[in-house]
């Protein structure tokens, strides 16, 4: 079994992360590991083999070292938060939007129509799931499913040009498939 060392403990209380979202994975294999930590809900492991970079063993579940690359702390808390995925549509231009929200979607749906998201000012959302966990990894692997159907969108948002990369064009019922398949 092993201990965080003063180093990690200083760490993760710089990064403002809890001792309770930190595993000891030692001793476990990778498909025990995860499986471990997504039925205790936490985040980040230690007690693996050490990183080839730097010699660190805090990880994130996908087994990447937050202290060699501290961007993995905000995907991996991200990826693996709570949270409502969601489907959009526009009748208008029969776009999809694929989202993930902490706040219900239909307060989602009121920013995007409000913000003209894409330009668009129709829309409204068409199937909602909450997931207590892995929300952002499931909001992927919607995109992931539809990435033939990427339809980026560059609009006007305060002045700024900005691109839409979470927008498709496809079929309503083949997006809400692709959905339903990655939150069963």
Known sequence: ??????EQSQFLKAQKISPASVFDASGLSQ???????????VSFYYGGSPCAAGGHTLRTKAGHCIQCDTSKIAYQLRNSAQGHIYIAHSKSSGYIKVGYSKEHPQDRAAFLRNEKYGGI???DIRSIKFLE?????????IHAALEQFQKPVIYNKNGSLVECREIFQCDLNHALEAFKLATA
């Open 1 to 6: 079994m092993a201990k965080l060392s003063p």
């Open 31 to 41: 498909i025990e590991r995860k499986r471990v930590m997504t039925a205790l809900g």
């Open 121 to 123: 000012v129709d829309w």
């Open 133 to 141: 966990y892995d929300a952002g990894k499931k909001e992927f692997e």
